[in-house]
Each structure stands twice: as structure tokens, then as C-alpha cells.
């Protein structure tokens, strides 16, 4: 089965994880860095998660899943070390259209969670289907070793100066064409930073259209 590679927005969303354990400790990791709506049912936790609770960071509520707790949810993650458990809450998510990551357990998935290289915004997913996530962090640390420390700093002045282009040029092949031009420059927050006389030179030898002028009104006579 093929997969849609996507980068989802779970900002203040409600998402809920089954379970307490190690594994389930890293999904909340990764939701919370969505800024998602997290609440664990578990009976145990990790320290971590017990401490993210404490901390007002998620909801824990400590007892054992239910059917109907995924009620009002976007997402859910079947953390437990019960793969009956599991597949129980994939079966409620199939029935509430909420989508279902069961651990380590790849026919009872709906999404799965990459191997994810970091840098500021830039994210590199890397993703197996679930067939071997040894190698998608292989990959990861591959991946990790040769790109640059500095590339998310890069990739925010790469923005701006975006923004600033797109605000000085008209929508046309030629403003396509600068942005990949500046994409493979070195780009600073300086405001004579070299990628930045680029776009502002081509600016004014490219300007926007001036806007029709009002048409004057007919003169009434008297």
C-alpha cells in the first residue's frame, strides 16, 4: 500500500495516547513538539510522563482505556504492551474516523511515525512503511552527520528574504526563478547580505506594476 508523505498541523488538537511506557513516552514527545492537545490514559507512566503531567503538559487520566475515550479525538497512539489492547483501540478509531498509530504493529496503523531530522523548521522525514525502522534511523543518522548545524538558522533568513521578495515582485516566472536563484545562496540577516542586493537589484530593474488609476469622474455641468 502506498503512502501520502504529509506534514500535518496538530496545533491544538486533540490527540490521546494509550499507554505509559518508554515507547509511548517518545510519541508524547513528538506531539508535544506539534504543540498538540495530549491526554494519556494509563494506570502506570514513565517518571517523564508523570512529570510532564504534573506540569500541566498533558492530561493524565490513570486507569485502564475504555471504549468511547477516543470520543472528540483527532489522533490517537496505542501505546500498551497488549497488542489485544492495541487493536481494540484501532477498531474504535476506524469507528470515530480518528486516525490510529498502534506501536510496532504495522497492519493496525493508519499513519506511522518517522525517523526525523531536525534543524530549526527544516524537518527530513524519513519513513519505511513500517518494514524497518532500524533503518529509517539508520538513515536519520546519516542524514543528521552531513547536513549543516547551522541550515535551520539559514533556512529562517531564507524566509525573510522571501517575504521581502515576494512583497517587491509581481507573481511570474521571473520571481520563480530568483527564489530558486536564492535558494542556493548563502543567506544572512545583514541587511547587505549579498543573496539581499540580489533581490532588491533585481527589484528595481523589474518593478510592479503600477495599479490603474481611478478613472476621473465626468463633469457635470452647470
Known amino acids: 500500500m502506498s503512502l501520502f508523505p504529509i506534514f500535518l498541523k496538530l496545533a491544538a488538537r486533540r490527540c490521546i495516547v494509550i499507554g505509559g511506557g518508554?515507547?509511548?513516552?517518545?510519541?508524547?514527545?513528538?506531539?508535544?513538539?506539534?504543540?498538540?492537545?495530549?491526554?494519556?490514559?494509563?494506570p502506570m507512566v514513565t517518571e517523564?510522563?508523570?512529570?510532564?503531567?504534573?506540569?500541566?503538559?498533558?492530561?493524565?487520566?490513570?486507569?485502564?482505556?475504555?471504549?468511547?475515550d477516543l470520543a472528540g479525538h483527532f489522533l490517537v497512539v496505542a501505546a500498551t504492551d497488549n497488542p489485544a489492547?492495541?487493536?481494540?483501540?484501532?477498531?474504535?478509531?476506524?469507528?470515530?474516523?480518528?486516525?490510529c498509530n498502534a506501536v510496532d504493529d504495522p497492519p493496525f496503523c493508519d499513519f506511522y511515525f518517522p525517523s526525523v531530522?531536525?534543524?530549526?523548521d527544516l524537518q527530513i522525514a524519513i519513513s519505511t512503511a513500517g518494514a524497518s525502522p532500524a533503518l529509517a534511523q539508520q538513515l536519520r543518522k546519516e542524514i543528521n552527520a552531513?547536513?549543516?548545524?547551522?541550515?535551520?538558522?539559514?533556512l529562517t533568513e531564507l524566509g525573510n528574504l522571501r517575504?521581502?521578495?515576494?512583497?517587491?515582485?509581481?507573481?511570474?516566472?521571473?520571481?520563480?526563478?530568483?527564489?530558486?536563484?536564492l535558494a542556493q545562496r548563502e543567506v544572512c540577516g545583514y541587511e547587505q547580505c549579498p543573496s539581499r542586493v540580489i533581490a532588491r537589484e533585481h527589484a528595481v530593474k523589474n518593478p510592479k506594476p503600477n495599479p490603474l488609476p481611478n478613472?476621473?469622474?465626468?463633469?457635470?455641468?452647470?
Do not use: C, M
Open 48 to 68: 517523564r510522563i508523570a512529570n510532564f503531567a504534573a506540569a500541566g503538559e498533558i492530561e493524565w487520566l490513570r486507569r485502564e482505556y475504555a471504549a468511547g
Open 22 to 42: 518508554t515507547i509511548a513516552e517518545s510519541k508524547i514527545e513528538s506531539l508535544q513538539a506539534a504543540e498538540a492537545n495530549i491526554t494519556v490514559i494509563a
Open 85 to 99: 489492547t492495541n487493536r481494540a483501540v484501532f477498531q474504535e478509531a476506524r469507528e470515530r474516523d480518528v486516525l
Open 146 to 154: 552531513q547536513l549543516p548545524l547551522d541550515a535551520g538558522e539559514w
Open 163 to 181: 517575504r521581502e521578495v515576494v512583497a517587491a515582485e509581481p507573481l511570474n516566472e521571473e520571481r520563480r526563478w530568483l527564489l530558486h536563484q
Open 117 to 120: 531530522v531536525r534543524r530549526g
Open 215 to 222: 478613472k476621473p469622474h465626468a463633469e457635470v455641468k452647470p
